[in-house]
Nanobody, 125 residues
Framework: QVQLVESGGGVVQAGGSLRLSCAAS????????MGWFRRAPGKERESVGA???????YYADSVKGRFTISRDTAKNTAFLQMNSLKPEDTAVYYC???????????????????WGQGTQVTVSS
């Protein structure tokens, strides 16, 4: 069956960097959009960004210029490079995959069919 497994989370000081990975298995994801979402303590899950099959990327305003999404299609893996981390970036980060029919749905959680279990990112001040 389809599985998404995130890795790379951890504890980092403010201003530091982390790189999350999302390894997909059990299917072919070359034409899927890979999205990243996060849930901070006491808050609802929100979109972080996404990369569609063409390689185009989209980001939430809160992370634009600091986070970069990429993918290795041959390895069915997506990455979230997070730089200049802030304490407010502390959250559980999830990757998701879906055959989105339009890039306009990149931030819509219901558009994604598959989700990972999440990885914790903690940014200390």
């Amino acid at each position: 069956q389809v599985q998404l497994v995130e890795s790379g989370g951890g504890v980092v000081q403010a201003g530091g960097s982390l790189r999350l990975s999302c390894a997909a298995s059990g299917g072919t994801f070359s034409r899927y959009t890979m999205g990243w979402f996060r849930r901070a303590p006491g808050k609802e899950r929100e979109s972080v960004g996404a990369i569609i099959w063409t390689g185009a990327t989209y980001y939430a305003d809160s992370v634009k210029g600091r986070f970069t999404i990429s993918r290795d299609t041959a390895k069915n893996t997506a990455f979230l490079q997070m730089n200049s981390l802030k304490p407010e970036d502390t959250a559980v980060y999830y990757c998701a995959a879906g055959p989105l029919g339009t890039f306009r749905l990149w931030g819509t959680q219901s558009a994604y069919n598959y989700w990972g279990q999440g990885t914790q990112v903690t940014v200390s001040s």
